[in-house]
């Protein structure tokens, strides 16, 4: 029997959506317990923030500053602390927590710039704590299932990967005052200098690696800001070369009308493919040379025990966007109780530099005109 973890939250006040997600993820297991919280750098939306979270008054703080420094003197401190700022806070808060021996559950991109990616990476290595960044998505029980039928052989050598993370909500000006979440990712001070390909393009990028098991050596990126007077980027179009000579195509738009949440994958090997949508997350099409494509469905016949250890209902009844976030929480649990287990398969920092890098290619490669442009220079 384990004790829930007591953890904070930075970020995640009234109007937040990300923030109500990681509570709702960190709740499914029943493995942590929220008792602090700097919800709001705005004192009295803080206050009122904790209030309808059932946080303690006296555990709500006016800055993660004050935050860090108090809960680390407690006896009764927060174990962890959740992120769910904007992309420009994720680096001071992060290092706070980390150099107050607390453990960071960070949602993505890592930060704002690589430089601050880079000099967290190292701010983490010289922490007693850990750090997890909540990639949702690799927790899925059916990505798991993709992951191992391509990692181990079954589809033969990776020779194409096909992926596109395609959403419509910024197809249009947006009026800041009346949308929190589209304000801020558009506006390069606080999310970076990337749009779209920060915001869903990472996660394509993360899932692309997470289930190939082959990195990307290369990209030739094409960014465009669709509407006018935006800032960032609202659509990125990229080839790929792999560094076992696989080639691919990634498309991240938030600019295309019709599509939701449309983050589909496709890797094809030398004897077979597999194709997984998240709109459809329980759900696994895999293809074999020669013979009738067949549906594997989680909880289902046909699937591992890598898909059955994250999976928590019944085959029929629907897992999806939260469940996936839960599974990161539940191993971000074991991680910080136990240390991180080798075979842990939640993102760690040194992925969470991987996408900065991603990132600054593809801006780089855009602004030199679709230039081949190597991922880790």
């Known amino acids: ?74 006896q009764d401190g927060i174990k962890a602390v959740s992120v769910v700022t904007p992309n420009y806070m994720h680096f001071p808060v992060a290092k706070a927590f980390l150099q107050a021996g607390i453990s960071v559950i960070c949602d993505k991109p890592l930060t704002a710039t690589l430089n601050d990616a880079l000099a967290l990476g190292e701010i983490a290595k010289l922490s007693k704590a850990e750090f997890i960044l909540t990639h949702n998505y690799s927790g899925y029980p059916m990505v798991r299932q993709a992951r191992e039928i391509v990692q181990s052989g079954q589809i033969g050598k990776v020779r194409r990967v096909q992926v596109e993370y395609v959403q419509d909500w910024l197809s249009a000006a947006v009026d800041a005052a009346e949308n929190k979440q589209a304000d801020w990712r558009a506006d390069p001070k606080r999310s970076g200098l990337g749009g779209a390909i920060a915001d869903i393009g990472t996660h394509a990028f993360q899932l692309t690696n997470f289930i190939s098991g082959v990195a990307v050596r290369e990209i030739a990126a094409d960014l465009t800001r669709f509407v006018d007077g935006r800032l960032v980027d609202d659509d990125a ?115 969470g530099i991987l996408g900065m890098r991603f990132i600054d290619a593809a801006i780089r490669s855009s602004n030199a005109d679709a230039k081949w442009t190597p991922i880790d220079a």
């Open 237 to 351: 179009h990229m080839l790929l070369r792999f560094e076992n000579g696989a080639k691919g195509y990634l498309w991240a738009s938030q600019v295309a009308p019709g599509n939701e949440n449309n983050l589909r994958i496709r890797i094809y090997g030398e004897k077979g493919g597999i194709d997984w949508s998240q709109e459809n997350p329980n759900q696994l099409w895999v293809s074999m040379l020669g013979e009738p494509k067949h549906l594997l469905t989680r909880g289902g016949h046909g699937t591992s025990e890598v898909a059955a250890n994250v999976t928590r209902v019944p085959a029929g009844h629907p897992e999806g966007y939260l469940e996936g976030f839960a599974t990161i929480y539940n191993e971000a649990a074991d991680i910080i109780r136990n240390g991180r287990n080798p075979d842990c398969l939640s993102p760690t920092i040194d992925e």
């Open 1 to 74: 029997m384990h004790k829930r973890i007591k953890y904070g939250m930075v970020g995640g006040g009234q109007g937040a959506f990300i923030g109500a997600v990681h509570r709702m993820a960190a709740r499914i297991d029943d493995q942590f317990e929220l008792v602090a919280g700097a919800l709001s750098s705005n004192a009295e939306r803080a206050a009122a923030s904790a209030a309808e979270v059932g946080i303690d008054p006296s555990r709500s703080y006016a800055s993660f500053e004050d935050m860090a420094k108090a809960e680390a003197a407690r």
